[in-house]
T-cell receptor, first 113, second 113 residues
């Protein structure tokens, strides 16, 4: 049972345009969400987070939106740059103190120059 | 700070062999995790630890064992390697005050033939 789903395996976007990556979850107990970026042959690196008390969090070109009623979050990258080409994972956790995150299957973003 | 260090980076095992994947962190994090990533899949949690002497199962613990005798080290043991354990393994750590984000190592690519 996939509790965190990223239904788009891949996405191509022109440089300078907006990239929107989506993530859905099924467990209503999840209350903290992370986005990670992963380049080939490297470990995932943290990008941005959001807690369930917020519906938006911004960090430079990256914004995460959370819609709790729809159990949906999205990552917006504006403007997209070729260096953003990577696999993006969303992850969710219950704030139980264990920080035990469940990850989605990832979306491969390709930013075209 | 080196962060999270995993060794080896690559390993080929024969069916039935055993090995230990090493993970050490120098950030004094009390929470540590082992994830595996299969091709086209997300990261699945194998085992985690909330402190020295305490370990617990994640989503896919079968075929693995862990120990946590020190804060720094969290080795993952494969006793009887099977082809289904061919994967990339990532170790991660975090602590309260790190904004709940996980810090990952660069991974160990394991093939069981």
């Amino acid at each position: 049972d996939q509790q965190v789903k990223q239904n788009s395996p891949s996405l191509s976007v022109q440089e300078g345009r907006i990239s929107i990556l989506n993530c859905d979850y099924t467990n209503s107990m999840f209350d903290y969400f992370l986005w990670y970026k992963k380049y080939p042959a490297e470990g995932p690196t943290f990008l941005i987070s959001i807690s369930s008390i917020k519906d938006k969090n911004e960090d430079g070109r990256f914004t995460v939106f959370l819609n709790k009623s729809a159990k949906h979050l999205s990552l917006h990258i504006v403007p997209s740059q070729p260096g953003d080409s990577a696999v993006y994972f969303c992850a969710a956790s219950v704030a139980s103190g264990t920080y035990k995150y469940i990850f989605g299957t990832g979306t491969r973003l390709k930013v075209l120059a | 700070n080196a962060g999270v260090t995993q060794t080896p980076k690559f390993r080929i095992l024969k069916i039935g062999q055993s090995m230990t994947l090493q993970c050490t962190q120098d950030m004094n994090h009390n929470y540590m995790y082992w994830y595996r990533q299969d091709p086209g899949m997300g990261l699945k949690l194998i085992y985690y630890s909330v402190g020295a002497g305490i370990t617990d199962k994640g989503e896919v613990p079968n075929g693995y064992n862990v120990s946590r005798s020190t804060t720094e080290d969290f080795p993952l043991r494969l006793e009887l390697a099977a082809p289904s354990q061919t994967s990339v393994y990532f170790c991660a750590s975090t602590a309260q005050g790190e904004n709940e984000k996980l810090f990952f190592g660069s991974g160990t690519q394991l093939s069981v033939l």
